[in-house]
């Protein structure tokens, strides 16, 4: 047995991320290893996320990760979660990260998880997970790009979807999403797409309105679910911030040419529902309408109503949905609250109340795949990571390696499910 896993030092420094945007990675050294943790970074950030830089940028968090940071974490044990994320709260001192900046909280709380686990030479996700089996998140991932996450002729919907609901492994799982994805972007060409680019997460940037972008992925996914028996079905992230226009009291449709007030996009929603059997939506409405919401869900039978701006990994924000009734469905990123424990504690609440938790990747993302690790160690049973491109796939490989893993281990209880 190896002894704790002490750290001895850390170091810090700026890197790129998969937008080409400054984002800072941590080292954290102790019992002979190294951890590396390097923070994705938020497009469409809700406003209620802790702050993820402090003021000055990337390189101020890289400096006071250096000087705040170092000396208060050398000598701390890293398997010591809590007391680390404790002391991230403590040099940092504010309710929002703005002193040493969330994504450098990140970093740091995931990089000690990270550490413990290579100290103790068992996976971080089952170090996460405790004892007992574990089941391998279903991956959820878009296949065309809109919104703020595209320039141009695009969709007003930020991210449309797919999850293969019935996926046998990780590996057919990934591949299912993968040939939507070839297939959307075939019948998009066959439609007269001119030229399709991509948006920040890999899916096809689609001159499109919503429902013409919906007929099409309808298309693609009975092709695939016929060919692979996967079942793939269609979900969508509205990121209805991003459309609120709070000077009209209305939800601006560029693209589609309208205006929806609260009532008219509750309607708009469920017709969508309805007409595409869609299973996931994603921040519908915008990220202080929990009483719209609650309406929404009400009304939305099964399908998972999940707030990613409207609960940012908080517990308050959550406590408040529960009351409404707001959603029954969460997005879990750990920068939007900074720490892994507080993360750990939003998906219990979100857990016990009977929420479906979907751990999520950042638009702007790094090549590592640790998320998939904290997806199935917190038993999400959805994971959220994009379809293609290598910043997304390191953690559909990650997944795989996980589920090949794990059924060594003999602690493999299959593929999650979800209502579909
Ligand atoms: C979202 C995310 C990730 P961003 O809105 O769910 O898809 O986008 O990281 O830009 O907040
Ligand atoms: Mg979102």
């Not at 009975?222 to 992230?237: E, F, H, P, W, Y």
């Not at 601006?252 to 059997?277: A, N, T």
Request: net charge neutral; charged share 25%.
């Amino acid at each position: 047995m190896a002894g704790p896993a002490k750290i001895t030092s850390l170091a810090a420094r700026r890197v790129l991320d998969s937008r080409g945007e400054s984002t800072v990675e941590v080292d954290l050294f102790g019992g002979g290893m190294m951890a590396r943790v390097a923070a994705p970074s938020g497009k469409s950030r809700g406003r209620w996320e802790v702050q993820p830089f402090p003021d000055g940028g990337v390189d101020e968090a890289v400096e006071r990760a250096r000087k705040l940071l170092a000396p208060e974490l050398s000598g701390m044990n890293a398997d010591r979660q809590q007391q680390i994320d404790e002391k991230l709260h403590e040099v940092d001192g504010t309710d929002r990260f703005s002193r040493i900046g969330g994504n450098t909280a990140y970093a740091v709380s995931i990089a000690a998880a990270l550490l413990s686990s290579k100290v103790h030479k068992k996976p971080l996700y089952q170090k996460l997970a405790g004892s007992g089996k574990v089941r391998i998140s279903l991956p959820l991932g878009n296949v065309v790009g809109g919104g703020t996450h595209a320039k141009g002729k695009r969709t007003d919907i930020q991210e449309f979807l797919v999850v293969p609901s019935k996926a046998s492994s990780a590996a057919q799982a990934a591949e299912a999403n993968i040939k939507v994805h070839s297939e959307v972007a075939q019948l998009a060409v066959q439609k007269g797409s001119p030229m399709i680019g991509k948006g920040d997460e890999g899916g096809y940037v689609l001159d499109m309105t919503t429902e013409q972008a919906l007929e099409l992925i309808s298309s693609a996914c009975q092709t695939v679910s016929l060919a692979t028996g996967a079942d793939v079905r269609i979900g969508l992230d509205v990121a209805a911030s991003s459309l609120w226009s709070k000077k009209e009291d209305a939800y601006v449709y560029k693209r589609d040419g309208r205006k929806l007030s609260e009532g008219e996009q509750i309607d708009f929603v469920l017709g969508l529902i309805e007409r595409h059997r869609l299973v996931y939506v994603e921040d519908p409405l915008h990220e202080d309408a929990f009483e719209a919401f609650a309406e929404l869900r009400k009304k939305a039978g099964g399908t998972l109503i999940c707030g990613d701006d409207l609960l940012v990994t908080n517990t308050a924000r959550i406590q408040q949905a529960l009351k409404h009734g707001s959603a029954n469905a969460i997005i879990v990123k750990t920068n939007q609250v900074g720490t892994l424990s507080d993360s750990r504690r939003a998906v219990q609440k979100a857990q016990s109340a009977g929420y479906v938790t979907v751990m999520s990747h950042r638009s702007g993302e790094v090549c590592s795949g640790e998320l998939a690790q904290v997806a199935v160690g917190l038993s999400c049973p959805m994971i959220k990571c994009g379809v293609i491109g290598g910043e997304r796939i390191s953690k559909l490989n990650e997944l795989i390696r996980i589920e090949e893993d794990a059924e060594k281990r003999k602690i493999l209880a299959g593929m999650a499910r979800i209502p579909a």
